[in-house]
């Protein structure tokens, strides 16, 4: 944890995210800040010429040097606390800013990543890691401007004064200094470990509350929630075990540094004592030393705090940097090529795919022709939505090819692939935005066309709820689409895909939910209206797939009849099969 390329790896992300970006605000507001601590220096160096001034003072003697004195103080302080306010002012508000920045860029990067890479993290953990990440950038400025630099800027400077009094004493001064930050640093490491654990813990537990909350109508209907919450209060215990080892570790280093420092004092100060009653200093170098070994003792305790907390940043930084250095697979986009503009076929040769070790598609070898609409039929589990996933370019790591006309599918952009095709899936998700929003976002390039818009309102006949809806198109459907029913999300879905006008068009049960009357005008306008395009279709109720060009019947992942609705009903196979038990 506490090693140098995590360190790096930090600091790379304050560059990527605040020093590169706002570099004039960084430095700027940075050595504001050092101006201000190295004025602040004057103190001790202040009392320390006061005192000498009052002890050797003689009647009459001129007052010109203590008034000079308290000139710079007065200077001194205006100094300090204009130069205090303008830097962090400049610099938290940036801070802020990058803050952000970093949480956009984070949600922007995980949107590219993979599917299998999303299955296998929660999302209360993903959101977690990325509201931590930024808000250590926040927290780091303000450490930075209100710490680190006053540290180096205070033990720095106090040294090289006493150094400039007295070369035993700071040599003295640097063992004692060596000493603390070895205690600093053996207990940070141990306490930074202590932590992390605890954090990961923490996530786990969100990671849970996350689900029930996002799935609290499941948990409800079923009542889950005592079985659930029974879970998160495993957790609880076991979070509880492990902070007491992180504030065990905490507060004996707070003892132990808070032990040295108090001894080392007391040893320095009987040094410079005996060293005045020896003559070789004046009285005034105790105030002096006084001064700015207090200075010096409250930065380096300040510093253990610092690298204690940028220890955690560390941790919590590398945690979502983990995330951020995941590859995007899919979406590396160089040495890809656009979509073809001249296409006849979609092809998928011998492919094969498996989840893990387990196989779900075998050998699957399938032509589809420009402009065919091609059903998809066969038991739950069969492996059908899968064909999609890879379809849609979720999962690449097949066996065999897929080819749009002769350009593999792996080859192709993304985000040109996208461009043609559009999908209904089994779920349709909606964001918690208007009814024209949800439609509108698929297609950037169309966003304004109302023309577009009414259409596909049309087609998916989305319009037979709408006087439902209190603001028309402009209703806001809730997180998830809470406020729609299950089929008029799916009306909602097929609306985004018309309003795409795609090329090549997957539904995967995208009417199941609606009764037979609403699904046979759904095909009948959408049949009109994708007259040109590629469909492929799945679904359980035979019904919407009666019409297509060719059925094709999967099982086990392998395709086992393929034909017209006619010719397969007439084979006496599985379709038919299928088909006389939902006949009755
Ligand atoms: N992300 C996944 N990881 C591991 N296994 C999966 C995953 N998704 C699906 N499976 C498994 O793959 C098999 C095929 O699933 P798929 O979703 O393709 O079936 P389907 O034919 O669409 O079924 P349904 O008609 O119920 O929608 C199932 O056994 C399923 O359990
Ligand atoms: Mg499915």
Known sequence: MENHSSYKRVFLFFKQFLIKPYSRQFYTSTFLSAISSAVWLYNAYALASIVNFVVAYKPNQSLTPLYTIFIIWFVVICVRHITLFLSRYIGMSTSERAGKDAEVFSIEHLSLLDISWHEKENTGNKLKKIDRASQNIIDGMRLWLGSIIDIIVSVVGSFIIIAHFDANLSGLLAVYLVVYFGIARFTRVRATKAKQIVNIKDEEITGLFFEIISNIKTVKVLGMAKKILGYTKEGVIDYAQKAKKR??????????????????????FIFVIWNIFKGHYEVSFLVLFYGYFSTLTNSIGNF???????????????????????????????????FPTVWQFITMKNLSFMYGDVPVL????????????????????????????LLLKEYENYDGEILIGE???????????TKHMAAVLQETEVFNMSLKQNVVLANSNEIDNETLFEQALDIAHVRDFLPKLKDGVETKIGEKGVKLSGGERQRLGIARAVFKQPEILFLDEATSHLDIESEQKIQDSLKKFFKNVTAVVIAHRLSTVKEMDRIIVIEDGK??????????????GRFRDFWDKQKI
């Open 362 to 389: 075998q050998n699957i070898d399938l032509q589809i022709k420009k402009g065919e609409k091609v059903g998809i039929v066969g038991l739950s589990g069969a492996g059908k939505s899968t064909l999609f996933k």
């Open 247 to 268: 504030v065990y570790w905490y507060q004996v280093a707070g003892m132990l540094r808070g032990l040295w420092e108090g001894f080392g004092r007391i040893a320095l």
């Open 407 to 417: 350009t593999s599918l792996k080859t192709i952009k993304k985000s040109s692939y």
């Open 304 to 338: 253990s705090d610092v690298a204690q907390e940028v220890a955690t940043y560390n941790a919590n930084i590398v945690r979502l940097t983990e995330m951020l250095d995941e590859p995007i697979n899919i979406e590396s986009e160089k040495n890809k090529v656009e």
């Open 559 to 572: 395709i086992i009849e393929e034909g017209t609705f006619d010719e397969l009903y007439s084979k006496d």
